[in-house]
């Protein structure tokens, strides 16, 4: 009588679906239309968060059909746990680095590690410490063979460079004394009273793209997700959080598509880490003078709080394979700010598109990893304090951000590329991003992921690496036309491009 029932609920979701339009229609017509995505993806109005409206609002995706309670990416399978100071990558590696300035000399032996929080680290995953180790090394290699590309990528490296000055500028300024007080240094003025957090919530959203930002929601602050011992603008700190934290905005933009697209080389992050913490400061001062005190939080290290499971909370996207934030519009191709506040407002529930379900068939980002870095298991392998996700290693994705072609040798980005959610706004997208989400066969997601695992080129994993460590300089990509020194620049091409053509 079971198995009835559980048909007939079954059996009546298709058919629901099917008055969508029909599957086989809409699946059949994706793979028609991969020919007319080869012209659409070159379209400049496509390029979302960077369109014909403010900040791409007129490509939002319609959330509220998918509101649940908790959020599939996010099943709690343990004891949940506070994160560590030194759980978080960029706190490990600058306190390394300033111990190497020091002149400290790494061994092959985590015990060796001057700093004691870094060294705790360690002692819980010793296995990590050989990819850190390993990323000194290459490192090393590297500064001694990119100056002899830098023809090839010049324009994109002075283009990462012009924003890396923005993002290490001193807006919004960094927190310097206790957040009692530092987070109140906007404030000026007694408190505006809000009609309702109702009201709240629907203001700082419309301010959130006006300061340039593509998507934006809002949950409370949730303890599992705050640093313990750590709080910039303090020499020490225990496990306590501040009483007015009660809120979080949480808001993000797109990394400039064409160049994303061309990874390694070509691409970024510090475009849209420019954007995103010039955005937070920007929200923080206009809370301040409504009289609310806020503490910003940007890229690429400027936090005491984990913000993409937040921003999952908040409904903005759902966890990816690799670990990241996956969002309807801008699939993880979205770097993330947010501002802790004490002002009332009301939260956004997560989303259900079942991108778990897709991860766990699609596996492009793990095939593509130049490090191995991502799990290629059927289903998530891991549990990260508490919730079960699929294992990612950090310290050997570090590893290969360190001996990438870019002239800072750092990032990566190359499954940030590939992923078939990271896909402009045309029709074609628009379909396949409002059809998958409600139709219980399947045949959707399985007929995208056929077309993606046939019909486009994906380099082997290890062609985007340097030729110093045996790659071609590969690209999900290849650069797009104002990237190409051989076109603006007085310089020999040497080179050829590998990639798909930048239309794709």
Known sequence: MKDQVESGVADTSRRDFLKLGGVAAATATIGAAAGAGFVLGRDPDANVGWGRTESGHDMYFNREPFRVDVAPTMEVAGELIRPEWSDFLFHRTRVLGAEMKKGWIPTKDWRDIPN??????????PERWDDMYQSFEEKAEHSQNFERHRSRFAIGWAYSAAYMRG???????????HPDEVDFQWVKRTKQE????????????????KFGMSIVGITKLDPNFVFKNTMRGMPDWDESIPKHWKNVIIFGTPMNWDPMYAAIGYSTSYDGYFRAKNAAGLMAAFLGELGYAARPQWPGSDYEIVVPPLAI???MGEAARNGILLTPELGPNIRLAAVITELDLEADKPIDTKVKHFCEECKICADSCPSGSISKADKPDDIVRGYRKFAFNQDSC??????????????????????????KNNWIHALVKETDPRDPTGMTRKTLLAMQHNFFYYPEAEAYHGDWNGGRFAGYH???????????????????????????
């Not at 993002?167 to 004394?177: A, C, E, L, R």
């Not at 990438?404 to 980005?413: H, K, L, S, V, Y």
């Open 116 to 125: 004691e929080r870094v060294r705790e680290y360690y002692s819980r995953y």
């Open 167 to 177: 993002v290490y500028s001193d807006f919004p300024p960094k927190p310097q004394g």
């Open 194 to 209: 809000f009609k309702s957090p109702k009201h709240a919530s629907e203001l700082i959203k419309k301010m959130a793209f």
């Open 313 to 315: 909370q908040a409904g």
């Open 398 to 423: 570090w590893t290969m951000w360190r001996q990438g072609p870019t002239e800072t040798a750092m990032g990566c980005r190359v499954c940030i590329a590939v992923c078939p959610y990271t896909r």
């Open 478 to 504: 290849q650069p797009p036309e104002w990237m190409r020194s051989e076109n603006y620049l007085a310089v020999e091409k040497t080179w050829e491009y590998d990639g798909n053509w930048e239309g794709f």
